[in-house]
């Protein structure tokens, strides 16, 4: 949803890297585009005229005209105002001390309530809560009946004892809800309420009277991140008629200009606790502010990574792979196999690896990438015989057209799949010397996926080795006439002293040196609790 705003403000940032100061007038520059950046994206004018002010005061002052790196500490600035904006700390549930705890949603029809309940349900069933969803929306055609498949879908228990389509007393409803959870061990009710296409006095009354009726412990908002301005004026009028505790942003994956999750909870004063981000019941998560500025700056989301990495790979399965490599021997297809398993319980591959840092430069290559390709990896390792899986060393010729053929695919995937299997096996090698980062496939780094080798970091990224001299070739020139200019144009450069940059995000790369000079102490400041050496 942020693409085109991180995209405004990275460019907006190249322009500050190396200068040594900052002139009042680079300043003003770079908050121009700043504003224009968030009113493309649809974010509310009285909140960037605060936004944009509040960053021209810090710029300004000696916080920047100190600062040995002026450029970098303006994107500290701005990534400070992004967090306060999106609400300043990340805001969780208040569970009643007496269960079960109620929690309403409240919010206009076609916002999401119905769906957004049901993953609600599913994200605290994994949070060890027993939730019942209560079908409080008897005017909307077949509300109750969606939202007894969204239950189904979700694992949890749906109360409905009216059949809806105008038909039932929703306040009788909410009440009678909460003696059902209490004798039925329920530790949290959550209404779905009705909603209307726009806000009229009915909806806010009813809302009103359900809420004084059960006395919900959290009143939930869901709004559409995608209706930009209007999403304050929604907000505004259910604050004022029902008084909500939270703001939860639906359709968050949306391509749309985002501008309701940078304006709701400034202007109401209210907090973002969760986002939508998918049509799948795990497609929902806790809403961080610092984290949620991270992905905008373009500067990634490792903690979400670590924390969706420890909720799905065997602490055991990890602790015996870490044993097993740490005693020098290779991880085999049969470990990898079971890293696959866990990265495909994460869920999508490109939301993962969007969440690395820098990943904004690559937006096209993970928007053409095909998540089936993990499933015909996996295809092609279950073809192979336990023996192949643990020595992929015999794999010769007729062994791999067999796998192929197993795998209903060509021997050129099968190759092509060895090869980035042999990357991750060193990837593995020199993360183990260097730490690693736990839980995650291959010991660390960007993780192994097939289909994103064109993509500098992943395996299978084929990385260009040196000209020099080649045996048997007079003068170490190569046979090929376009390597010959490749070689020499690259030859050229060196003596000129041209370096291209290395690749990282638009604030600065991270060159981290081959494998096998990996070295924690060059990661960036911030990596100190993932990589053991790296900067705190």
Do not use: C
């Not at 209560?134 to 409905?160: H, K, S, T």
């Not at 096998?516 to 790296?534: R, T, V």
Request: without cysteine; hydrophobic residues 40%.
């Amino acid at each position: 949803m942020f693409n085109s705003l991180s995209d405004r403000l990275t460019a907006t940032f190249k322009n500050l890297r190396g200068k040594g100061r900052l002139s009042e007038a680079d300043v003003d520059a770079t908050i121009r585009e700043i504003r224009r950046a968030l009113l493309d994206a649809d974010v509310a004018l009285p909140v960037v005229r605060a936004f944009t002010g509040r960053i021209r005061e810090r710029a300004l002052s000696e916080e920047v005209s100190g600062a040995l790196n002026p450029g970098q500490q303006v994107v500290k600035i701005v990534n400070d105002e992004l967090v306060g904006i999106l609400g300043g700390q990340t805001r969780r549930l208040n569970f009643a001390k007496r269960p079960p705890t109620v929690i309403m949603l409240a919010g206009l029809q076609g916002a999401g309530k119905t769906t957004l309940a049901g993953k609600l349900a599913h994200w605290l069933k994994s949070e060890g809560h027993r939730p019942m969803l209560v079908a409080a929306d008897l005017q909307r055609p077949n509300a109750v009946n969606q939202l007894q498949i969204v239950g189904e879908r979700a694992g949890a228990v749906v109360f409905a004892p009216e059949p809806g389509n105008g038909v039932g007393d929703p306040i009788e409803v909410a009440t009678d809800s909460i003696e059902v959870a209490k004798s039925k061990l329920h530790d949290v009710v959550i209404v779905d309420t009705a909603g209307r296409l726009g806000i009229d006095e009915e909806l806010m009354q009813q809302a009103a009277d359900i809420r004084s009726a059960v006395n919900p412990d959290e009143v939930l908002f869901v709004i559409d991140a995608m209706i930009g301005q209007d999403a304050v004026k929604t907000a505004e009028a259910f604050l004022d008629g029902v008084d909500f505790t939270g703001v939860v942003l639906s359709k968050l994956d949306g391509d749309s200009r985002g501008g309701a999750a940078l304006s709701v909870a400034e202007v109401t004063g209210k907090p973002i606790m969760f986002a939508s981000t998918g049509e799948s019941m795990k497609d929902f998560e806790q809403f961080h502010p610092d984290r949620m500025a991270d992905r905008i700056l373009d500067m990634g989301d490792i903690m979400t990574l670590i924390e969706q990495a420890e909720k799905n790979f065997d602490e055991k399965e990890t602790e015996k792979l870490k044993k097993k490599v740490e005693s020098g021997e290779d991880f085999d297809l049969n470990d990898f196999l079971t890293q696959m398993a866990g990265l495909k319980k994460m869920g999508s591959m490109k939301k993962m690896l969007g969440m690395m840092p820098g990943m904004g430069q690559y937006k096209e290559q993970l928007a053409n990438f095909d998540e089936r390709e993990v499933d015909r990896v996996e295809a092609i390792v279950r073809s192979m015989t336990p023996q192949e899986r643990s020595n992929p060393k015999i794999l010769n010729g007729s062994r791999r057209a067999r796998i192929a053929k197993g795998a209903g695919t060509t021997v050129t995937a099968v190759n092509q799949l060895m090869e980035r299997f042999t990357q991750a096996q060193k990837m593995m090698r020199s993360m183990t010397r260097g730490g690693g980062m736990p839980g995650m496939p291959g010991g660390g780094g960007m993780p192994q996926m097939p289909g994103m080798g064109g993509m500098p970091g992943a395996a299978g990224g084929k990385k260009k080795k040196p000209a020099g001299k080649k045996k048997g070739r007079k003068g170490g020139q190569s046979g090929n006439p376009a390597k010959r200019a490749q070689e020499a144009q690259a030859l050229a450069d060196k003596k000129a002293g041209k370096t291209q940059d290395p690749v990282g995000s638009a604030f600065g790369g991270v060159d981290l040196g081959k494998d096998e000079e990996f070295d924690p102490a060059n990661l960036p400041k911030g990596f100190g609790g993932i990589f053991p050496g790296g900067k705190k």
